[in-house]
């Protein structure tokens, strides 16, 4: 029986190092088979299909911050499958705790491109009315909406599991940030809590290779990110983040075991960021553009893209459809979101508490007031 003064053997940790130290993949970047893929067409044409609305929604929202419709944007170009692949391991019922880069999570989960859109133009339809800063999440898909402090979610994720253990539910929950996280101390206090009391959540860390302008290098002296859930008894599991199929097998996995009971695992995406942080920063201060060009050739669209249409799933027009499609879609949501009337002013006094208070009820007064004494002068209100 192991004491304090126990001494243990390498031997025992090998499997899980070999798993946090490798790299798991069923295709390469050119869509060639590695490995038996245990998918068939139908989930495979749907995680392509996601991607490629991410991908597409993602461009919109980039040109209409530029034209000043929406405030902030994060780009996911590059991303998608990491989003993508997890988010689709879990169950209706289960809870994601996203960062702000996961499109495809959020379509994943069932969200439409009308309610992002919405939410990122705080029009009159916005489903958060306000609340958040160009962030997106709604109960009504179990998704939580994602912080702006990096990593803050970590823990939240570990206490929602912990409380769906507590009550007996059925319910695992699972967290999504960069590799930037990993150096926040909520990042730590998550994992050691999960570990120690086998929360039922999943880890999955989007190794983009850069957080803003700090390189992944800069973030850790580890050989990998997967290698620090061994630490604190989380098994690490590295995998091909631009593999869609990969994260997907690697997260439904990880996602059973911990609804049996079987405690936390932690997965390390190793992706790649081709754009800016968001819509504010400038990449070309910070990396050469050899670096992001030469890194186009791992895109997980053009991935499984490939591997599709070399497995007869679709036809070169069958893809170029899907794109047309869903291109002309969007676009027609995009025009109807445009012409929606923004939030009314009065919406920052609105669901501070359940029932408004004496306060605030005069100051709506008084903004009703001044915005009424606006309108005589002239003075519009944006």
């Known amino acids: ?51 490629v609305r991410a991908r597409i929604l993602d461009e919109w929202l980039l040109r209409l911050q530029r034209v000043g419709k929406v405030a902030l944007h994060a780009p996911n170009v590059g991303q998608e499958a990491a989003a993508a692949g997890s988010a689709m391991a879990l169950r209706e019922e289960d809870w994601l705790f996203p960062s702000y880069r996961e499109l495809a999570a959020y379509i994943a989960r069932g969200m439409n491109e009308e309610e992002i859109l919405d939410r990122a133009m705080a029009n009159i339809d916005d489903p958060l009315r306000g609340s958040e800063f160009v962030v997106y ?14 990593g803050s979610q970590v ?54 290779a850069w957080a803003i302008s700090m390189p992944s290098r800069r973030q850790t002296a580890a050989k990998t990110f997967a290698l620090k859930g061994v630490a604190y008894g989380v098994p690490g599991v590295r995998v091909d983040g631009n593999d869609v199929i990969a994260v997907y097998t690697t997260a439904s996995e990880a996602v059973e075991r911990a609804r049996a009971g079987e405690g936390p695992t932690l997965l390390e995406a190793v992706t ?42 679709i036809s070169e027009k069958e893809e170029r459809e899907i794109w047309s499609e869903w291109g002309e879609r969007i676009e027609r949501i995009v025009k109807r979101c445009y012409e929606k009337p923004p939030l009314p002013p009065s919406v920052v006094l609105e669901n501070v508490y359940s029932e ?25 209100v944006e």
């Open 272 to 313: 790649y960021r081709l754009g800016p942080h968001t819509t504010a920063d400038d990449p070309d201060r910070y990396r050469p553009r050899e670096e992001a060009k030469a890194m186009e050739k791992f895109d997980p669209i053009r991935r499984l893209g490939k591997y599709l249409k070399a497995r007869g799933i």
């Open 155 to 208: 823990p939240l994720a570990v206490g929602a599991a912990m409380a769906a253990k507590i009550l007996g539910h059925s319910v695992v929950t699972m967290a999504i940030f960069g590799d930037g996280a990993t150096s926040r101390a909520d990042f730590h206090a998550g994992l050691n809590f999960a570990g120690v009391f086998r929360a039922p959540v999943v880890f999955v860390i989007q190794n983009n």
């Open 356 to 380: 408004p208070t004496w306060n605030l009820e005069e100051q709506m007064r008084e903004l009703e007031e001044s915005l009424e004494v606006m309108k005589e002068l002239g003075i519009g």
């Open 137 to 150: 999440g709604h109960r009504k898909y179990n998704i939580v909406p994602a912080p702006v402090p990096v």
């Open 1 to 51: 029986m192991a004491h304090h003064f126990t001494a243990y053997e390498v031997e025992e940790l090998l499997p899980e190092l070999k798993a946090s130290l490798g790299l798991r993949r069923f295709i390469d970047e050119e869509g060639n088979e590695v490995q038996k893929v245990p998918l068939g067409p139908e989930p495979l044409m749907r995680m392509y299909i996601t991607m």
